[in-house]
């Protein structure tokens, strides 16, 4: 593909969208106030990384969050890891996220909860705030305090949200899991943590299929004796809830606290407000400690700034609470938009439903993964002729690098009329390094910019910029979301071996990527994952960008295995219905690697497998393939994976085809 195909336009703003985005009038606000003037949006990005403490400050102000206590500066140290942001602020998170709940906006929409097992739940921003305080006063109750962890096993719905809100508000840390994690997988993460309160659900639903698990839970319980109280969900009506001593039903756990209003207790600004794990496909997975006003300020940097999200709107992204983007999701209260939740299967009962969802609810802003638009691509689905799209603006895509074929399908049968924000970062920083702006073209294949705020590079190995060319994605200066700890790491050993060991001082991502002549990116995959045939290095990503456009295939992997000093590709295809990946298959797939990338992309082998392996959250599991054909025996978590009969099947396919001996 040539540089000219990725780079084409395929949306651009609007003048009206240049003057009244809520970027375009912070960048309008910022010149009135004698900054600037700012000529585009690269200029603005210049500025807000040569004054970061002015830009951050700014943000604040613009986005109108609110504190018990001014922070005397915004960063104190700058040392990274070690940041100080905000020093002598108090704040509440709840109190940002709730602020919507006691003026004229009270009364409307604040979350819709759709699930497989329930009737649609509405509340208003009132009705959220008064169930908040309710169970915050009942968990007070049961002793809970500021700096206790409060764990949930939870859907991506209502009670999720009254959860973290109650939690948070007291100064509580929330900390969240699938309930299709397995109990070995939320051990791993809650046993680490010992929460003192646990909101559990009584089972779940997916694919038209109802998961009770009742006994798996009271097993959990069990297991974690720092509990104080548990409060059940009837996510599944008709089966008994949670059973145990500490047990209490959500009904009972509100109506004993009705009436009692959110506390907003003031907490410092690096107080921890969430507990994220990493994947944990190698071992335990790592606690990622998230500070509260460092996560707040940047998450409304990236909704309200970057996401064009305000009161008006309604959002909707497809997550679950074992991800990242849930707390990103539930941020969005802070701007006053609805926000809508969808648990359950995306493709139920059609892979057209969440399309359908977003036209009924007239959504404004929808988030989904790359993985899910290239599924509705590979079916042929057509939403824009289908549903009425009037009100959609925005489609926001992370989870995996978008193929530029699935920007054509979103600008041709997708969402037409919407700006494609594809944006990345991670569960590290619970945000994004790159993404979307409305003040921005959008071009084929590519992510549209740096974030403000961010600055963000590719390194080579001798740690210099790249100024043409691929490297590996580094931040430069703090940024306030970077976790300010991991659990259980007094000396911050295991958090600067993560991060700031490749490069002392600067922030190492773990993302292969370049920036491109127009200011946007292209992610190539994972750093760790890259192939190195002949010595060329070649990101995973660039490979599926050839195969996955591909008729016969519905999904692959690739690894590189090692042999004789040097890598061989190795390109694992599960085939779609009814094919299989026949020698006509294999010649035609190293015929459009060859073509499209180079002949060092062209795979050594190609073997088909039925399944290729997920992380819980969705990501391709990658460097746990390539340990295996590299003959590693460092034993992968298998709880952490979603499918893990998958690397069985894998292991049988390789010692099939002679590449692992039995």
Not at 167 to 190: E, H, K, L
Not at 214 to 220: G, I, P, R, Y
Not at 554 to 577: M, N, T
Request: hydrophobic share 40%; with cysteine.
């Amino acid at each position: 593909m040539s540089t000219t195909e990725q780079s084409t336009v395929v949306w651009a703003p609007t003048e009206n969208t240049l003057a009244q985005s809520r970027m375009g009038q912070f960048k309008s606000w910022l010149e009135l106030e004698g900054y600037g003037p700012f000529a585009d949006y690269h200029a603005l990005h210049q500025w807000s990384i040569d004054e970061l403490e002015t830009f951050w400050q700014k943000v604040w102000d613009y986005c109108g969050l609110v504190c018990d206590t001014r922070a005397t500066r915004v960063l104190g140290s700058r040392d990274m890891p070690g940041a100080e942001w905000f020093p002598g602020m108090k704040l509440n998170f709840a109190a940002n996220l709730l602020r919507w709940a006691d003026n004229d906006h009270a009364d409307k929409e604040a979350v819709v909860a759709y699930c497989e097992t329930r009737p649609v739940l509405r509340k208003s921003y009132r009705e959220l705030k008064a169930d908040a305080g309710a169970l915050e006063a009942f968990l007070r109750s049961k002793g809970i305090e500021k700096g206790d962890r409060v764990a949930g096993v939870v859907t991506n719905g209502y009670e999720a949200l009254v959860g973290m809100l109650a939690a948070t508000s007291m100064g509580a840390i929330w900390s969240s899991a699938s309930p299709d994690f397995g109990i070995g997988a939320i051990n791993d993460r809650f046993g680490q943590i010992e929460p003192a309160a646990l909101i559990v659900v009584n089972g779940y639903g997916y694919g038209g299929k109802t998961f009770a698990r009742q006994q798996d839970f009271a097993e959990l319980i069990g297991g974690l004796p720092s509990l104080k109280a548990v409060v059940s969900v009837q996510q599944l009506p008709d089966e008994a809830p949670v059973a145990g001593d500490r047990v209490t039903t959500w009904e009972q756990a509100l109506e004993a606290g009705a009436g009692q209003a959110p506390s907003y207790t003031p907490v410092d600004p690096d107080h921890p407000v969430y507990i994220l794990y990493s994947s944990g496909t190698t071992g335990k997975p790592k606690c990622i400690v998230h500070g509260t006003a460092g996560l707040l300020i940047n998450h409304a940097k990236e909704l309200m700034l970057h996401g064009d999200v305000g009161p008006e709107d309604r959002f909707l992204y497809f997550t679950t609470c074992g991800w990242m983007m849930w707390n990103w999701q539930a941020s969005a209260l802070m701007t006053g938009a609805a926000v809508i939740t969808v648990d359950g299967s995306p493709g139920y009962p059609s892979l057209d439903y969440l399309w359908e969802t977003v036209a009924n609810e007239r959504v404004t802003h929808y988030g989904t993964s790359a993985r899910f638009i290239a599924g509705c691509r590979k079916t042929g689905l057509e939403p824009a002729k289908k549903h009425d799209q009037s009100a959609l603006r925005v489609v926001f895509s992370t989870g995996s690098p978008l193929l530029p074929e699935d920007y054509d399908w979103i600008y041709s049968h997708g969402a037409p009329n919407a700006l494609l924000g594809s944006i990345a970062g991670g569960t590290d920083i619970c945000g994004c390094f790159v993404g979307a702006t409305p003040l921005l073209p959008v071009r084929r294949g590519e992510i549209q910019c740096r974030f403000l705020g961010v600055d963000a590079v590719a390194y080579n190995d001798d740690g210099e910029p790249v100024s043409d060319g691929r490297g590996e994605l580094v931040c430069r200066q703090p940024l306030p979301s970077m976790p300010v700890s991991f659990w259980q790491d007094p000396n911050n050993e295991r958090y600067q071996d993560a991060y700031f060991n490749t490069f002392p001082g600067v922030w190492a991502h773990g993302d292969f990527i370049e920036f491109t002549e127009h200011g946007g990116a292209i992610i190539y995959g994972r750093s760790d994952a890259t192939l190195n045939p002949g010595g060329v290095r070649i990101g995973t990503a660039e490979i599926y960008r050839q195969v996955e456009t591909v008729a016969e295939v519905k999904d692959s992997l690739v690894v590189g295995r090692q042999i004789e000093g040097d890598v061989e590709v190795v390109l694992f295809v599960v085939p779609a219905a009814g094919q299989s990946v026949t020698d006509e298959l294999m010649k035609a797939l190293k015929t459009k690697i060859r073509e499209g990338a180079s002949p060092r992309h062209v795979p050594k082998h190609i073997v088909e497998v039925p399944d290729i392996p997920y992380t819980r959250s969705g990501k391709k599991v990658e460097l746990a393939v390539a340990r295996l054909i590299n003959g590693s025996k460092k034993a992968d978590n298998r709880d952490a994976l979603g499918n893990p009969e998958a690397l069985d099947q894998i292991r049988e396919r390789l010692v099939e085809s002679g590449l692992l001996p039995e």
